[in-house]
């Protein structure tokens, strides 16, 4: 046994960092995936198991050689949380290492030979475990495969296996979503989310923040987008469509743009990218209730209450440009990153067939028929975004009519979308609903909760590969990545979120970073309960692989179904009981019975 130590510090000339490079420059064969070395998920792209498990005596102690760093320093604190969250083991940071040795180093190292900014190395022996990087986002990333390797050693120590580990991303958007739309998510719940992304590696989240039921993000210059547009009178039944039974019960809730800055530092601090939705032109119906003169027609309108596609969408004319500029003037000063997503996707055109200032609009612009006028739309939406130094991103619908010259499409019927998108040399995020909408049934939808639809497996979102083998490899280069979308129609509260998302997200996340040759549906089952029981220790409500549980997850949606159908049907019910949802133990109290968030939710 020897004492532990985790060692950060930055210095480009020490032996030991130049030794490490070169290791990982020569790194030896790799191991096939059909065997796997570590219960990693993601799995390496290299590894090799050089000896016998190695046992520290002691707690680890974190050491900042180079406090100036604050990066370094935030990760050092992050790495004695996250140390004790995977293993229980009471990791402490002090201001030099002990001389007893056997440290645990991680350094930056501007002569790391793989350029990514998100590659490690990771290298574990008799003198301790080294991990080196280029940036700070790959010794995160080095961090969260050794607290997957990281193992508690009673009576008060700790062990790791002995291996060599040279790693880096296959793609660089590795992409999760989120409908708060539909039903609205807090902080605490919101953030927990992205805490399980950044876990296994994810890197993207896509936050869908508006659509017909809901307007959740506030827009100062239009108070009423939240005030009004954040708010429906009631939620659709289960399927009741037709004839249509409502639930009876208000339902709202928005983010403040304090609390957006909050999830946006917090997203920065694990190395995740948030990427805002505002939906255009279409899904805009919550924006139409709270300013209808951004509509074709008068209205009135109100917040949809039901799912789908409704008919009115907002007008291409100047009054709507301005509105979209000044609301997306706000939504950039809030979110740093370099994409604004803005929907395009289900645009019903029969308010611009019909409208004389929409037609107008067309033989003014000489666009042949609204596919060109949506490009139109489209168009003038991203040359605001450029601008702006920003990057627009659309769901593939966005190709009809002509792409914008800048966009990035997100290929979500099917893959026609992303390899037309390729092939005209646009970048492209794959999310083909068949293969990667979290939303569908993963089991028997007799026993499994209420869902959109579809079947969508576990093995199913691993055995997808995103670029489709008609690309060149030039064409290829532009699949940028993948993600898993979850919309939220019934999805009303974070335990049901859990179950659909995971481990179904441990999937996404495999073939969004580990070489596609190294990929194992065998492997990744064999790796897959070790995660689990990380999921479980961290409270995460996931679906079994075997569907063990699927039916209890039915009763509790039936419960809540039954509950909706009887205020329906003007029948009382007594308060439910108070929810715990989120890191940070928020109290999510039922209203008369349902899940109803009031006001700005925290």
């Known amino acids: 046994m020897v004492e532990s130590t985790i060692l950060l510090f930055v210095n480009r000339d020490l032996p030991v960092i130049v030794a490490l490079a070169a290791a990982v420059a020569t790194a030896p064969h790799r191991v096939a995936a059909q065997q796997p070395v570590v219960d990693v998920i993601p799995y390496p792209a290299e590894v090799e198991r050089t000896g016998d498990s190695l046992t520290f ?30 293993a229980g083991v009471q990791a402490s940071m002090a201001i030099s290492a002990p001389a007893s040795g056997g440290a645990i180093v991680l350094a930056l190292d501007s002569a790391f030979p793989d350029t990514s900014r998100e590659a490690y190395a990771l290298v574990s022996d008799g003198g301790g475990v080294r991990i080196t990087a280029r940036g700070h986002a790959g010794l995160f990333y080095g961090v969260q495969t050794l607290r997957q390797l990281l193992r508690a050693a009673p009576p008060d120590g700790w062990t790791v296996p002995a291996v ?63 005030s009004v547009g954040g708010f429906r009178k009631e939620t659709m039944v289960a399927k009741n469509f037709d004839p249509y039974v409502g639930d009876g019960v208000p339902y709202g809730g928005f983010y403040t743009q304090d609390q957006i800055r909050e999830v946006v530092r917090y997203a920065a601090e694990r190395y995740v990218t948030v990427v805002p939705e505002i939906e255009m032109p279409g899904h805009a119906l919550a924006a139409l209730a709270a300013y209808p003169e951004l509509a074709c027609t008068k209205g009135p309108f109100e917040v949809g209450t039901h799912w789908g596609v409704f008919e009115d969408v907002l007008c291409p004319k100047e009054r709507t440009f301005t509105f979209l500029a000044n609301v997306l003037t706000e939504v950039m000063a809030l979110f740093p990153g370099r994409y604004i997503h803005v929907g395009g996707d289900e645009v019903p055109q ?16 000489r666009l042949a028929n609204e596919d060109e006028l949506q490009s139109y739309f489209m168009r003038r939406i991203e040359k605001f975004l450029a601008a702006h130094g920003r990057r627009l991103v659309g769901w593939d619908e966005i190709l009809q009519g002509g792409l914008p010259p800048e966009a990035t499409v997100m290929s979500w019927r099917g893959t026609v979308g992303g390899i037309a998108a390729a092939r005209a040399g646009h970048d492209v995020v794959m999310t083909p609903g068949e293969y990667l909408y979290f939303d569908h049934y993963q089991g028997d939808s007799t026993t499994e909760p209420l869902a959109w639809g579809g079947f969508v497996p576990l093995e199913k979102v691993y055995q997808y590969e995103p670029v489709p083998d008609s690309l060149t490899p030039e064409q290829a280069r532009h699949v940028i990545g993948l993600q898993g979308n979850m919309w939220t129609e019934y999805v009303p509260d974070a335990r049901e979120l859990d179950y659909m998302v995971y481990p179904r997200a441990l999937a996404l996340a495999e073939v969004a970073w580990s070489p596609k040759d190294e990929r194992d549906w065998t492997s990744f089952q064999a790796r897959l309960p070790a995660a ?34 009887h205020r329906a049907h003007g029948e009382r019910q007594h308060d439910g009981p108070a929810i715990r949802a989120g890191r940070r133990g928020l109290r999510r109290r039922s209203r008369r019975g349902s899940h109803r968030y009031m006001g700005v939710a925290r």
């Open 57 to 86: 005596a002691g707690a680890p102690v974190i050491v900042t050689v180079n406090p100036a760093d604050a990066r370094l320093e935030v990760l050092a604190q992050d790495a004695v949380e996250m140390l004790g969250e995977s």
């Open 532 to 565: 689990l029981t990380a999921l479980g220790r961290a409270g995460v409500h996931y679906r079994p692989p075997d569907g063990a549980g699927a039916s209890g997850a039915r009763r509790r949606a039936r419960r809540g179904l039954r509950a909706a159908e």
């Open 164 to 226: 060599r580990i040279a790693d880096r991303p296959r793609f660089a958007w590795r992409g999760l979503h989120l409908d708060v739309a539909r039903h609205f998510f807090p902080v605490a719940v919101v953030e927990r989310y992205i805490d399980l992304m950044a876990r296994y590696k994810l890197n993207a989240f896509h936050w869908h923040l508006t659509d017909d039921q809901g307007w959740r993000i506030a827009i100062k210059r239009y108070p009423r987008l939240t």
């Open 350 to 365: 029969t308010r611009w067939h019909q409208s004389a200032l929409a037609q107008a609009v067309m033989r003014r612009e």
